[in-house]
């Protein structure tokens, strides 16, 4: 099983106990906690990337006519 595919799992199951508690099967509090799951999921999904150092934007340059 690979980085995504767990990501999808956590995701999906915390999902799931989000409607859950919605409908009232669960309590609010089992709907916090798969908030938190789909958030983690989420988070092992994107990947926390550190920035990518002081790059500068690219802009045109200008030749000088004669």
């Given at each position: 099983?690979?980085?995504?595919?767990?990501?999808?799992?956590?995701?999906?199951?915390?999902?799931?106990?989000?409607?859950?508690?919605?409908?009232?099967?669960?309590?609010?509090?089992?709907?916090?906690?798969?908030?938190?799951?789909?958030?983690?999921?989420?988070?092992?999904?994107?990947?926390?990337?550190p920035p990518r150092g002081?790059?500068?934007?690219?802009?045109?340059?200008?030749?000088?006519?004669?």
């Amino acid at each position: 099983m690979n980085r995504n595919q767990i990501a999808w799992w956590l995701w999906a199951g915390g999902t799931v106990l989000i409607v859950l508690s919605w409908v009232e099967i669960v309590s609010t509090t089992v709907g916090w906690v798969g908030f938190a799951i789909g958030f983690l999921g989420s988070v092992i999904s994107w990947g926390v990337r550190p920035p990518r150092g002081d790059a500068k934007p690219e802009t045109p340059k200008i030749e000088k006519r004669d």
